[in-house]
């Protein structure tokens, strides 16, 4: 064993002397002793970091192309490399395969890799065997790089053409003008109809006979009723049947008496209460409640509450067509004298009677004109009543030459109630009729007798008298 470290460590120092150098791999197989010291079997961490900057200055020497002895470092490194090119062998690097040959999805799964395992040096060996000229490296750079540019923008334009998710809802959302073209009852849409999931089902429901409509302050962002917070309640005030009993006077005769009461009066007043002190006639009290009682004014179906609906002004009174004295006033109609047309007159003569009311008279337009009245476009004229070519109202009969109503002959109209049941006469009553009848006979026939027989007396008493 001594023997052969001694042959090691000549061989090194004859090495370091003539300048020769040794691989990583020649160092590394030189064997190591064992026993003697344990400097041999635990490595120098100084010697090994000095190694390591040995190796580097050697490398950078060996890319300048300096002295002799990087001159003869890389001479000897170069053979190691070139010795495959020298020999003309390719190496092909195998990978391994990831997947098991028996998945029935191996096909897919090795397209996948072979896409990944492919790349410029692949693309230059198929080249070379097909006898052309090998690409260069920037030459298959250029493709690459093009490619990757037209991904980039096909990228960008699939981002640009797709849509949003809330886009794509608008786009698809159909406009109010249309909503109202296709429903029946383009009265009842509103603005948030067409945010529906299906606005025509949702404006057939509302337009449906007897559907109650959702109350209007479900898109209120305010609380119910917090609009009337600081607004006093007005006074509950009596039914006029019950007002018209006199109660009313009564109570407040009562409360000032009271009010001009001492504490000690109260007090006895509490301790000993008088009773019967506000009576009423009871005729006056079942008059009230049982002749002159009326119902309260009730809200119709699917008539629902909303915020200050109570405020409303109320045109239940109002008729369309029906111009009232004030109305009259505020437009400067004269109330007496020539009748003067209302100023809406010429513009439906030129436009039409308003479609809402089919049935509704306008003197002008579909009805005669009052009596003193002209047309004609002077001051307190008619204006021209709309004819076709042939000269005949379009409208209505406006000059009253037409009559409208047709005369029903009373005498063959028969005035009873529709689905009145008639009276079915019994078994009873007939036999009750029949013994009626029979005893009217019996008696007529009685009667009959007794007038025979009052004559044979007379004949009889006149014979004796002779």
């Given at each position: 064993m001594g023997g052969h470290v001694e042959s090691a460590l000549g061989s090194e120092g004859g090495a370091r002397e003539g300048g020769a150098q040794r691989s990583a791999s020649e160092w590394e197989a030189i064997p190591q002793v064992d026993g003697g010291g344990g400097a041999a079997d635990k490595p120098d961490y100084n010697s090994s970091k000095n190694k390591k900057k040995k190796e580097k200055k050697k490398a950078k020497k060996?890319?300048?192309?300096?002295?002799?002895?990087s001159g003869a470092g890389a001479a000897a490194s170069a053979p190691a490399e070139a010795t495959a090119a020298d020999l003309g062998v390719e190496i092909e690097y195998v990978a391994d395969s990831m997947v098991d040959q028996s998945d029935p999805n191996f096909n897919e799964w090795s397209k996948i890799f072979e896409h990944f395992q492919k790349g410029p040096k692949d693309t230059a060996a198929e080249a070379e065997a097909e006898g052309a000229e090998a690409p260069s490296a920037e030459e298959v750079k250029k493709p690459v790089a093009k490619e990757a540019e037209d991904s980039d923008d096909e990228d960008g334009e699939k981002k640009k053409d797709k849509l949003s998710r809330k886009k794509f809802k608008l786009l698809n959302r159909l406009s109010i003008s249309e909503l109202k073209q296709l429903v029946k009852r383009p009265?009842?849409?509103?603005?948030?109809?067409?945010?529906?999931?299906?606005?025509?089902?949702?404006?057939y429901l509302k337009s449906y006979r007897n559907?109650?409509?959702?109350?209007?302050?479900?898109?209120?962002?305010?609380?119910y009723l917090q609009g009337k917070r600081g607004i006093e309640k007005s006074a509950f005030q009596l039914p006029a049947f019950i007002e018209a009993t006199g109660i009313a006077k009564l109570r407040q005769a009562y409360e000032e008496k009271n009010s001009e009461q001492s504490s000690k009066q109260k007090a006895r007043a509490q301790s000993r209460p008088k009773m019967s002190k506000m009576d009423i006639d009871y005729q006056v009290l079942h008059d009230a409640f049982f002749k002159f009682q009326t119902k309260p004014t009730m809200t119709k179906h699917g008539d629902l509450y909303y915020e200050s609906k109570e405020l409303e002004v109320k045109h239940t009174e109002r008729r369309p067509g029906a111009v009232s004295d004030e109305l009259k006033t505020a437009l400067g109609m004269p109330m007496e004298g020539v009748p003067v047309p209302p100023p809406w007159l010429i513009n439906m003569q030129r436009y039409g009677p308003p479609p809402s009311y089919p049935n509704l008279k306008v003197p002008g337009l579909n009805a005669p004109i009052p009596a003193g009245a002209q047309f004609g476009f002077h001051s307190g004229g008619w204006g021209k009543p709309p004819v076709?070519?042939?000269?005949?109202?379009?409208?209505?009969?406006v000059f009253g030459v037409t009559a409208t109503e047709a005369v029903v002959d009373e005498t063959d109209v028969e005035k009873k109630w529709w689905g009145e049941i008639e009276?079915?006469?019994?078994?009873?009553?007939e036999e009750e009729e029949e013994e009626e009848c029979d005893e009217e006979d019996e008696d007529e026939y009685?009667?009959?007798?007794?007038?025979?027989?009052?004559?044979?007396?007379?004949?009889?008493?006149?014979?004796?008298?002779?």
């Open positions: 060996a890319a300048g192309g300096g002295t002799k002895d009265d009842v849409v509103e603005v948030w109809d067409v945010t529906a999931s299906d606005p025509r089902l949702l404006v559907s109650v409509p959702v109350p209007r302050h479900w898109c209120n962002k305010r609380k076709d070519e042939f000269g005949r109202p379009i409208y209505g009969d009276a079915v006469e019994s078994e009873d009553e009685d009667d009959d007798d007794d007038d025979e027989e009052m004559e044979e007396e007379e004949e009889w008493e006149e014979e004796e008298e002779e």
